[in-house]
């Protein structure tokens, strides 16, 4: 069974960090392409970043510059650190993890990050 449990959401000044952690099970980890995609409150879900198998790393231009994506195989872990943060990065982040041979795509739960003063 694949399960993936997202950690460090909370609430952060304007300008602060938080770093995003997704723990993968039940999956071939070094095999999959993984990401981030985010939703607000009336928005459709979005893709943030994504970071293939080998580690070749995708990032949206609305995030470009303040938010990396990265990989622990040995951990079977992807992180997400957000720096400079936004009132309008304010959304719910889920991982995700495309694996198998088809492949399927796999959803953590989602944690939630608020931007405000």
Do not use: H
């Not at 909370?10 to 999956?27: A, D, E, H, I, N």
Request: with cysteine; hydrophobic share 35%.
């Amino acid at each position: 069974q694949v399960q993936l449990v997202e950690s460090g959401g909370g609430l952060v000044q304007p300008g602060g960090s938080l770093r995003l952690s997704c723990v993968v099970s039940g999956t071939i980890f070094t095999r999959d392409d993984m990401g981030w995609y985010r939703q607000a409150p009336g928005k459709q879900r979005e893709l943030v970043v994504a970071i293939t198998s080998g580690g070749i790393a995708n990032v949206a231009v609305s995030v470009k510059g303040r938010f990396t994506i990265s990989r622990d195989n040995a951990k079977n872990t992807v992180y997400l650190q957000m720096n400079s943060l936004k009132p309008e990065d304010t959304a719910v982040y889920y991982c995700y993890t495309l694996s198998g041979l088809t492949p399927s795509m796999y959803w953590g739960q989602g944690t939630q990050v608020t931007v405000s003063s």
